[in-house]
């Protein structure tokens, strides 16, 4: 299987993520993965992170919404382009009936999903 190229639209930076840290398509996030691409890993000397702290309501699917947003903005280091956002909806960290018994909740931590935004890259196979 052919590894995939992932440079950055803006200045053409090979932003260093590999294909096999991508989760696959029908995987589930809570807030959802619409136009983007969602890795479980990425080279953070690629990208500067910036933390977005917002209190107003937000919606990023008809079952996720809030009133305080907590994201990571990830820009691309060379240009300073928003590729995406590093959200803590990825697979559960540990295995367990979750708090109080009752199965998972948002009490168990998660690991992190890397969501970059599909018009921010430029794809190509490696041959």
């Known amino acids: 299987m052919?590894?995939?190229?992932?440079?950055?639209?803006e200045c053409g930076t090979n932003l260093n993520l590999h294909s096999k840290y991508l989760y696959p398509p029908e995987f589930y996030f809570e807030a959802g993965n619409k136009g983007t691409l969602s890795f479980s890993m990425v080279d953070s000397t690629k990208f500067k992170f910036v933390?977005?702290?917002?209190?107003?309501?937000?919606f990023e699917t008809l079952n996720y919404w809030g009133i305080q947003r907590k994201r990571i903005?990830?820009?691309c280091n060379s240009c300073?382009?928003?590729?995406?956002?590093?959200?803590d909806d990825g697979?559960?960290?540990m295995d367990g009936?979750?708090?109080?018994?009752?199965?998972?909740?948002?009490?168990?931590p998660r690991a992190p999903r890397y969501r970059?935004?599909?018009?921010a890259?430029?794809?190509m196979s490696e041959s």
């Open 2 to 9: 052919a590894s995939s190229i992932y440079t950055c639209t």
């Open 51 to 58: 933390k977005e702290d917002k209190i107003r309501p937000f």
């Open 73 to 75: 903005k990830m820009n």
């Open 80 to 87: 300073g382009r928003l590729v995406g956002y590093v959200y």
């Open 91 to 93: 697979p559960p960290l």
């Open 97 to 108: 009936p979750g708090q109080f018994h009752f199965g998972p909740s948002q009490v168990i």
């Open 116 to 119: 970059i935004k599909t018009k």
């Open 121 to 123: 890259l430029r794809i």
